[in-house]
C-alpha cells in the first residue's frame, strides 16, 4: 500500500507529550477506527464479496470484544485476503521508539534496552513513525517452522561480545513479539508442530514469552489472528486444545452465495490480457458453482475461487494468442476459448475416488450446464427460428481457436431483413467484431445445447450444422 498522507515531523518523545498524543493499545485503536468507520458509513473491508451478512458481523464483533481470531474455511476462500484487511483499521501513522527491535511506544517501553535509553534521555528520547504496513506480519505454517521464528532465541553472537546467557539483551525476537503494538498472522494454523503451538500459549494468555529457560515479562500489546483448513484442523493436523481455547472467536468462512459475488470476485482477481465479456465471466462463475454442488467432486477439499480466477486469465490469453497469430485487431474471448481453460484447470479439482478416468467427462458436463443457465438468461425472449431454419437448410457455420471474429461473422448465413444477429448483439452490448462474434457464438452454443442444432468438435475447430 501507499501512505495517503507523509509522516508527521515530530522527532522527540518531548515534542510528542506536547502535542497531546494519546497513547492507545492495539485493540483500543482498532477498536476505534472500525466504530468511527461504522459511523460514518464507510467500508472497512473493500475487495470483500459475500461475506457483508454473514462472516464480516462476527468479526466486527470480535474485534469490538478485542479477541484474537482463527478463520476456518476451505482453500480460495478469502482467509487471508480478509486477514491483510484488518490493516486499514489500523491508525496510518503511529509512533515507535527510535531504533526500538519491537517498536515500542514512546509513553511505554518494555525491553531493557528501551527502557534504559529513555531513562537516560527524556523528553530527548528520539522518536520515528512506523506507517500501518509494516504493523502486519504474516507466517505461513509450515512443518519446519521453529520456536525461534515465532518466538525467538538467544544470539550466540551477543553472547560472544561478552554478555552473560542471562542477559536480556542477547535473546534475538522471534515474528510475534516484533509485531508488538501490531496483527501477527499466521497462515494455516494446523501445519504447526504441536511443540511449536505450545511455545504460543503464554504469548497469547500471558502476554509474555519464555526463551530457553529465561522468562521475560514483555506485556507484548499483539493481536493474534490465524487461518486453517476445517479438514486439516479434525484430521491430518490440528490446533491443539490449549491454544484453541485462547482464540476468543473462531470463524467459519464460505464460498460466496450469491452468482453476482462470484462474479464480482473473478472481475476484482482476475489480471486479463485481453477482454473477456461478462456473459463468459458468468459463464465461469456458475461452473464453479456448479463444481461445489456436484457429487463426483471432493467437496471436503472444495473448489477455490482461484479457480475461475485461472479459467479466466486462461481464455483471456487464447483471445490474445489468437489475435496476435492472426493479426485481429481486438482481443476478444468466446466460447471456443473455454475448451481451453477446460484443459489446464482439472488439477485444481479433486474428484470423488470412484470418478476415476471420468474426471473431463464431469467437467465437460458441468460447463455445458453452466453454459446453457447463462445462456437463457441472456437470451430469454429472443426468437432463433430464422437461424436454426437457415442452418437446417445446409449452411455450416465455422469457428476455432484460430478462427479469427470477421472470419467467423462473414460465414454467418443471411437472414434476410431480420435483425436477429443485431438483437443477439444488443443483449450482451456487443459493438465491435470481437464482441459482435463472441455474442453470435453464444447464441449458436446455446442451440447447440439445446438440441436445435448440431455441432463436431476436432483439430482447433467447432463447427454448427
Known amino acids: 500500500m501507499t501512505s495517503a498522507t507523509s509522516a508527521p515531523s515530530l522527532s522527540t518523545v518531548g515534542q510528542l507529550r506536547e502535542s497531546g498524543h494519546v497513547h492507545k493499545t492495539l485493540r483500543a485503536e482498532l477498536r476505534d477506527n472500525l466504530l468511527a468507520a461504522l459511523r460514518d458509513g464507510r467500508d472497512p473491508w473493500p475487495g470483500l464479496h459475500g461475506f ?16 484474537d481470531i482463527v478463520l476456518l474455511g476451505e482453500r480460495g476462500q478469502g482467509k487471508t485476503r480478509l486477514l491483510r484487511t484488518l490493516v486499514g483499521l489500523l491508525d496510518e501513522w503511529t509512533p515507535v521508539i527510535a531504533g526500538s527491535e519491537l517498536g515500542e511506544h514512546p509513553f511505554e517501553p518494555i525491553v531493557h534496552a528501551s527502557v534504559r535509553r529513555a531513562a537516560e534521555l ?14 502486519y506480519a504474516e507466517k505461513l505454517a509450515t512443518p519446519d517452522t521453529s520456536v525461534a521464528d515465532l518466538i525467538g532465541d538467544v544470539d550466540p553472537m551477543k553472547v560472544a561480545e561478552g554478555r552473560s546467557l542471562g542477559d536480556p539483551e542477547t535473546i534475538h525476537f522471534g515474528l510475534i513479539p516484533r509485531s508488538h503494538r501490531g496483527i501477527v498472522a499466521i497462515n494455516e494454523l494446523p501445519d504447526l508442530a504441536e511443540r511449536i ?8 494468555e500471558e502476554r509474555d514469552i519464555q526463551i530457553r529457560g529465561y522468562v521475560l515479562r514483555l506485556p507484548l500489546d499483539v493481536l493474534v489472528v490465524a487461518s486453517a483448513n476445517p479438514e486439516d484442523y479434525t484430521n ?8 484453541k481455547d485462547r482464540f476468543g472467536a473462531e470463524i467459519r468462512t464460505h464460498y460466496p452465495t ?7 470476485v473473478i472481475r476484482q482477481e482476475a489480471e486479463l490480457t485481453a477482454e473477456v465479456p461478462d456473459h463468459l465471466i458468468e459463464i465461469l462463475a456458475r461452473f464453479t458453482r456448479n463444481l461445489r454442488e456436484s457429487s463426483s467432486v471432493d467437496q471436503r477439499s472444495g473448489v477455490s475461487a482461484r479457480f475461475a480466477i485461472a479459467g479466466a486469465e ?32 482439472g488439477g485444481k479439482i479433486e474428484f470423488e475416488s470412484g470418478e476415476e478416468g471420468r474426471e473431463l467427462d464431469v467437467l465437460n458436463h ?17 426468437d432463433f427460428s430464422l437461424l436454426v431454419e437457415a442452418i437446417e437448410n445446409g449452411t455450416m457455420v465455422t469457428t476455432g481457436e484460430q478462427v479469427t471474429a470477421r472470419d467467423f461473422l462473414t460465414g454467418l448465413p443471411p437472414l434476410g431483413e431480420s435483425e436477429l444477429y443485431d438483437d443477439i448483439c444488443a443483449r450482451v452490448g456487443a459493438t465491435n467484431d470481437g464482441q459482435r462474434a463472441g455474442a453470435i457464438e453464444l447464441a449458436l452454443e446455446g442451440l447447440y445445447l439445446a438440441r436445435k442444432i448440431s455441432k463436431e468438435s476436432g483439430r ?6
Not at 52 to 67: C, F, K, N, S, Y
Not at 122 to 132: A, M, Q, S, T
Not at 258 to 264: G, H, N, R, Y
Request: net charge negative.
Open 197 to 204: 503451538q505450545v511455545a504460543m500459549l503464554n504469548v497469547m
Open 366 to 382: 458441468l460447463l455445458r450446464t453452466a453454459t446453457a443457465e447463462t445462456v437463457r438468461g441472456t437470451f430469454r425472449g429472443l
Open 460 to 465: 482447433g475447430e467447432t463447427i454448427y450444422g
Open 236 to 243: 491430518r493436523g490440528r490446533i491443539i486444545t490449549p491454544l
Open 314 to 345: 486462461t481464455i483471456a490469453a487464447a483471445a490474445i494468442h489468437r489475435a496476435t497469430v492472426q493479426g485481429e485487431d481486438h482481443a476478444v474471448a468466446r466460447i471456443v476459448d473455454l475448451e481451453t481453460a477446460v484443459d489446464v484447470l
Open 52 to 67: 457483508e451478512d454473514t462472516v464480516i458481523p462476527q468479526v466486527e464483533r470480535a474485534l469490538i470484544a478485542g479477541h
Open 258 to 264: 450469491e452468482l453476482e459475488d462470484e462474479v464480482a
Open 122 to 135: 527524556g523528553d530527548d528520547l528520539p522518536i520515528e513513525w512506523r506507517h500501518r504496513d509494516e504493523r
